[in-house]
């Protein structure tokens, strides 16, 4: 079985300067990773994922993650927020043994831009 | 190309009552999966459908049960309502032989009084 920790409920940041959601998991295989985000009375929409390959790895919007198997970790960074980056994070994982049903995901990160 | 649909967007029922949400997968997509949010935590895994057949489950009680029909389109039902039923639920679809990526609809938020 996996979990996932989000270790900030909520994450206050000025707009224009970095920020970091941080992630963490704990499984006895290999899984996936991902970050969704999710804007108010919306669905979740993927941000960036982690099959193989790169450790780091980038999405269209500027935010990037790096996975790091020892520490089990999948931080979301992004240097620069906007107020549009406003959003509900969530960190999850998967691991496809059985075919995609594992999708388990963190409690999440309230990220809150200030102008 | 439309993405995943949901209906109702929201829903208020009493308790005891009997409530069936629709889902509509995304075109290409054969695969899909059911989640619960309750409000201030993440999505929790309820079940998954291939192929119209149940592929998992998650820790959720019988009365919570699906389908999945041949257009690849889903409901989920939920007999019995109780209070801790409120929350949003959340339908996502895979593409065929992508099962690692999940596209979600905008959910249905069900209020259970």
């Known amino acids: 079985a996996q979990s996932v920790t989000q270790l900030d409920s909520q994450v206050p940041v000025f707009e224009e300067a970095p920020v970091e959601l941080r992630c963490n998991y704990s499984?006895?295989?290999?899984?996936?990773l991902f970050w969704y985000v999710q804007y108010p009375n919306q669905g979740l929409q993927l941000l960036l994922k982690y099959l193989s390959g790169s450790t780091l790895v980038e999405s269209i919007n500027g935010f990037e993650a790096e996975f790091n198997k020892s520490q089990t970790s999948f931080h979301l960074r992004k240097p620069s927020v906007h107020i549009s980056d406003t959003a509900e994070y969530f960190c999850a994982v998967s691991d496809l043994r059985n075919y995609g049903q594992n999708f388990v995901f963190g409690p999440g990160t309230r990220l809150s831009v200030l102008p | 190309e439309t993405g995943v649909t949901q209906s109702p967007t929201h829903l208020i029922k009493t308790r005891g009552q009997q409530v069936t949400l629709r889902c509509s997968s995304q075109s290409g997509h054969n695969t899909v999966s059911w989640y619960q949010q309750a409000l201030g935590q993440g999505p929790q895994f309820i079940f998954q459908?291939?192929?119209?057949?149940?592929?998992g489950r998650g820790n959720f009680p019988p009365r919570f049960s699906g389908l999945q029909f041949p257009n690849y389109s889903s409901e989920l039902n939920v007999n019995a309502l109780e209070l801790d039923d409120s929350a949003l639920y959340l339908c996502a679809s895979s593409p065929i032989g992508r099962l690692n990526e999940q596209f979600f609809g905008p959910g249905t938020r069900l209020t259970v009084l």
């Open positions: 499984s006895s295989v290999s899984v996936y």
């Open positions: 459908y291939y192929r119209e057949e149940e592929n």
